[in-house]
């Protein structure tokens, strides 16, 4: 849009000479006479030249105008042009909201440090326990008491009721399910079945059936329904019993194959190396 020249402090636009030609004295010949006028017509070669001297002294005017606009001392004209200030553009961007209060602020940032810190702990805190579930992380104090005697008990045993024996079942290998497949038939049996969840050790024979002394009974009974088991003593005072499945274990001895006549408990490899190390549940 063309600024008014007036508005900017700047010449007024120069007026334009009348159409008509030139004459030696400088006033302007009259141009062509409409009918029943007594001026002397001019020809269509006089009124083109007319035309063209008004076109350039137009240009003329225009050029020293804008030249005008680039030499002007007003700070909002550069170049001929507008320049946008800060009351116009806050005319135009207006502020919509005050500055928050920093006292609020404080508190919003406070606030969302410790939601930020509880999800972290509870997503840590589900880690863990999934950790800890699968046998992927091993505590020193969640471990089982599995110290070995040093040589095996030469008691003989009478074969106990499975009505009277307490077993834990734990499954030490990659196969899913085998801990609760077991301790549903042993409860099938008759056997009182306690804990049943997955556990690693460093047992490689078919099982390793762990007591205390005053379990050793118990063990003679379990290790007459699962075959080629070693027994391991530890210090535990009950008369509970731990069956560790181990990569070697099959299958349990069918019910109506179980020898109960009495006799000694199995452990050919009875030695500390040899004891089932137990970790946390998995």
């Known amino acids: 849009m063309t600024k008014d020249p007036t508005a900017l402090g700047l010449p007024p636009k120069p007026q334009l000479p ?10 302007a010949e009259p141009g062509p006479t409409e009918p029943g006028s007594t001026a002397p017509a001019v020809g269509a070669k006089g009124a083109r030249k007319m035309r063209g001297a008004q076109r350039q002294a137009e240009k003329r005017a225009l050029r020293a105008q804008r030249r005008a606009l680039r030499r002007s001392k007003d700070v909002a004209v550069f170049h001929g042009h507008h320049v946008v ?53 091993v505590l020193p104090f969640g471990q089982s008491r599995t110290t070995a005697a040093l040589a095996c008990p030469a008691a003989t045993f009478d074969y106990p009721a499975n009505k009277d024996v307490r077993v834990n079942v734990y499954n030490s290998t990659l196969r899913e399910g085998l801990a609760s497949a077991v301790a549903a038939e042993l409860k099938n049996r008759g056997f009182q079945v306690g804990t049943v969840a997955n556990k690693t050790t460093n047992y490689t024979g078919p099982a390793a059936i762990v007591s205390g002394a005053a379990g050793q009974s118990a063990a003679f009974n379990l290790q007459r329904n699962l075959a080629g088991t070693d027994y391991v003593q530890d210090d535990r005072s009950d008369a509970s019993v731990d069956v560790y499945l181990a990569s070697g ?25 040899a004891t089932p190390s137990a970790t946390s549940q998995r």
Do not use: Y
């Open 85 to 137: 200030s800060g009351p116009d553009l806050q005319q135009v961007f207006a502020p919509t909201q005050e500055l928050e209060n920093p006292i609020q602020f404080r508190h919003r940032l406070v606030h969302g440090v410790i939601l930020t810190a509880l999800a972290a702990l509870v997503i840590a805190g589900v880690v863990f326990a999934m950790l800890l579930s699968r046998g992927d992380l």
């Open 18 to 27: 009348p159409a008509g030609r030139s004459t030696p004295s400088g006033s």
């Open 249 to 273: 274990f099959s299958e349990l001895v069918a019910a109506s194959k179980v020898d109960q006549t009495p006799g000694l408990l199995s452990c050919p490899q009875m030695s500390p190396s």
